[in-house]
């Protein structure tokens, strides 16, 4: 098993859909993030889960909803997104110090 | 906020030549680590250093963190063809424990 597995790879999905997004770490940390990678443009932190906590939210509109149900798990739950939400959504996780996260392979997202 | 500079966009070399990266910031970091994210998929760290003028290598990979704590850089020798890719350096500092990301340096390598 990899150390951070997400799913699916690929989403296609209209304006209207709901769909979440899935993370799954095998490393034993306790600290999970949620980064948005778009074009020519620095990795993004959406969210961060310390201890299953959510200890930081940079903004992020109400149609990205994030869940943590334990330490090994995390969710991106989304609706009604719009066409600039497309982009690859990485999901990482780390030791609560956050001294080095480690990535999945990311979902690429295309909002029709 | 925190920012770190890391140019050009993107660098051309021929294999079997050697290349280096900077990453340089206005802010002091604590720890400074190199990913490298090759297409469709995410980034793998490749080198995380953490004291001020420490140089690790990996393989064919070099990085040191600057005496200054404000830069960084990421040497790789012999290039081949899977060395493709984009080079992002990120930095943590120690009040907010969070990762700052550089914009990355894609990398062509020609046969």
């Known amino acids: 098993e990899t150390g951070v597995t997400q799913t699916p790879r690929h989403l296609v999905m209209g304006m209207t859909n709901k769909k979440s997004l899935k993370c799954e770490q095998h490393?034993?940390?306790?600290?999970m993030y949620w980064y948005k990678q778009s074009a020519k443009k620095p990795l993004e932190l959406m969210f961060v889960?310390?201890?299953?906590?959510?200890?930081e939210n940079n903004s992020v509109p109400s149609r990205f909803s994030p869940e943590c149900p334990n330490s090994s798990h995390l969710f991106l739950h989304l609706h009604t997104l719009q066409p600039e939400d497309s982009a690859l959504y990485l999901c990482?996780?780390?030791?609560?110090?956050?001294?080095?996260?480690?990535f999945g392979q990311g979902t690429r997202l295309t909002v029709v | 906020g925190q920012q770190l500079n890391q140019s050009p966009q993107s660098m051309f070399i021929q294999e079997g030549e050697d290349v280096s990266m900077n990453c340089t910031s206005s802010?002091?970091?604590?720890?400074w680590l190199w990913y490298k994210q090759d297409p469709g998929e995410g980034p793998v760290l490749l080198i995380a250093l953490y004291k001020a003028g420490e140089l690790t290598s990996n393989g064919r990979l070099t990085a040191q963190f600057g005496i200054t704590r404000k830069d960084s850089f990421l040497n790789i020798s012999a290039s081949i063809p899977s060395d493709v890719g984009i080079y992002f350096c990120?930095?943590?500092?120690?009040?907010?424990?969070?990762?700052?990301f550089g914009k990355g340096i894609t990398l062509s390598v020609r046969p």
């Open positions: 990120a930095g943590l500092d120690g009040a907010n424990s969070k990762l700052t």
């Open positions: 802010s002091i970091f604590n720890t």
């Open positions: 490393l034993g940390h306790n600290a």
């Open positions: 990482a996780s780390s030791q609560v110090d956050g001294t080095e996260a480690f």
């Open positions: 889960y310390s201890l299953e906590e959510r200890v």
